[in-house]
């Protein structure tokens, strides 16, 4: 096939800020159209499934903190949910614990789509929600450092319930959260969902259809925005998201304003499920009563000699999940995060596939970009909300 | 995660009788694996059977175990939105080498070559270029045999142009 003939090539990113770090695009232009695409991508490859094969399932998790590194909770939890499944032990683990997984990964989504926002709306010029994001993102750092002592990385989950149970303080403070975020994600769309610039750069643009995405495997956001309603939370519930009501906002158009409303509205039903959650949350444990999974406290350790042995055990030896393979997901704030944990038997994963959303949803893009302009491109990359940590890892 | 319930496993078996090599259950998800020389028919049929509807390709990977023959086994997850099933099909890359199945499910693009790079397992019918790593990188970083560090002896791998 004869290629058609273009003007100029170009390389955008990857040190282009609005190429989310490393993330490094061929356009092939003519005009200001853009002919033909290409990505390259895996400058921050790290080689983190290869590394978790070397590691015991509890020192695993550090390592997936930083794969996506803005929504680090969701991550860990996907990961925890997999190794339980694989234990046989998912029934077990304290409802406290299952509420303050819940209560996580919502301020996770919240901070994640905030970042989203602030630096999307930077990119197609508007500096005020920028700073406005970023000043309600760090409160949700602030809960995060109380709770877990990391504002990034939060090492938060633990295989068999969550690291500390919830301070007073934090509990205050998210409840002072909760009262005004609302108000501010009014404000963001005052700024913005109505405004005649930020209309002419998102409707219509990047267009991605619903066939079209699910025959991609695209999932989160980009998905719903194209019309379809598929959100792990409700397919296959886990936690306790079966018993918490919310809705999965769903668009049909499938442009770039579309995921930006889809994500504005999950912020408002993440609010919902968090209040739901502080409402329900039992008091109790949120560790599991298992030696063989989780260490004792301390208090056991330093003065019994039983409680010495199984923190010994545990250390040593770790945990020793039966042969078989299990898949688990969560809804992470860019979709499907799914692990895929093949076991033989022995302390570390034979084999561990994390399956990315973003890299997935990343895909299309030489398609998708075709017949947009070069103005676009930065459009429709923010809109896909690609995290490159996640999409080389 | 609600996998196929046992009659749809039956209807495969009823349909597929050599193509079926094995059919395993562990923790309530069912994976079946298929041999090489029917793995396309075999999708093909998920996907547009009125009981199975797969249509969505959730992810491609592969599992390398070195002493076995054939060594590599690749693995797919599938998945219904409409009926919200789901099911992993399994192909033992013998000559490693496996169909691609990009024809069907374009998720396949860049998974199919992310598998290529990390495990050497070829796609038949289609070209592959490497995804993370460099081209001219001649190591699969996720076999078993290659070492945490990386080799030591130094390689050109760098391509600018």
Known sequence: ?393 | MRYVAPELVEKLKRTFPEAIESVEEFRGEVTVTVKKEFLLEFMRFLKVDKDFQMDMLVDVTAVDYPENEPRFVVVYHLRSLSKRHNLRVKCWAEGEEVPSVVDIWKTAEWTEREVYEMFGVRFTGRKLRKLLLPQKYPYFPLRKDFPLEGYEEPCEVWDWE
């Open chain 1, 1 to 393: 096939m004869e290629r058609e003939k273009v003007d100029l090539v170009i390389n955008m990113g990857p040190q282009h800020p609005s190429t989310h770090g490393v993330l490094r695009l061929i356009l092939e232009l003519k005009g200001e159209k853009i002919v033909g695409a290409d990505t390259v991508i895996g400058y921050v490859h790290r080689g983190v499934e290869k590394l978790a094969e070397s590691r015991r399932y509890m020192q695993v998790l550090p390592v997936f903190d930083r794969v996506d590194y803005v929504s680090a909770t969701s991550n860990e939890l996907g990961f925890v949910l997999a190794v339980e499944k694989l234990l046989g032990i998912s029934e077990r683990v304290p409802e406290r614990a299952q509420y303050l997984r819940v209560i996580m990964a919502e301020l996770t989504r919240i901070s994640s789509h905030l970042l989203w926002l602030g630096t999307h709306a930077l990119e197609l010029g508007a500096m005020s929600v920028f700073l406005y994001a970023f000043r309600e993102r760090e409160k949700i750092l602030d809960l995060f450092e109380e709770i877990a002592g990391g504002r990034l990385h939060t090492g938060y989950m633990r295989i068999g319930g969550v690291a500390n149970d919830a301070t007073p303080k934090f509990l205050e403070e998210l409840e002072e959260f909760l009262e005004f975020f609302p108000e501010k994600i009014d404000e963001y769309e005052t700024l913005l969902t109505k405004n005649r610039i930020w209309l002419s750069r998102t409707k219509g643009v990047g267009v991605i259809d619903k066939e079209t995405a699910i025959n991609w495997g695209i999932t989160g956001p980009t998905l719903r925005a194209a019309g379809c309603d598929y959100d792990v939370r409700k397919y296959y519930p886990y936690c306790v998201y079966d018993r918490l009501e919310f809705d999965v906002p769903v668009f049909h158009n499938g442009d770039v304003y579309d995921r930006y409303r889809v994500r504005m509205e999950e912020m408002r039903q993440s609010v919902r499920i968090i209040k739901q959650c502080l409402e329900k949350m039992p008091e109790g444990p949120v560790q599991i009563d298992d030696p063989h999974v989780f260490l004792p406290p301390k208090e056991e350790v330093y003065n019994t000699m039983v409680g010495l042995l199984q923190h010994f055990e545990l250390v040593i030896h770790g945990i020793k999940p039966p042969p078989g393979e299990v898949y688990a997901a969560v809804e992470g704030p860019r979709g499907e995060l799914g692990y895929y944990i093949v076991s033989d038997g022995s302390d570390k994963p034979y084999r561990l596939r994390i399956r990315p959303p973003s890299l997935i949803n990343i895909a299309i893009m030489p398609e998708l970009l075709k017949g947009h302009y070069v103005a676009d491109v930065i459009s429709i990359i923010g809109s896909l909300d690609p995290l490159m940590g996640e999409v080389d890892r």
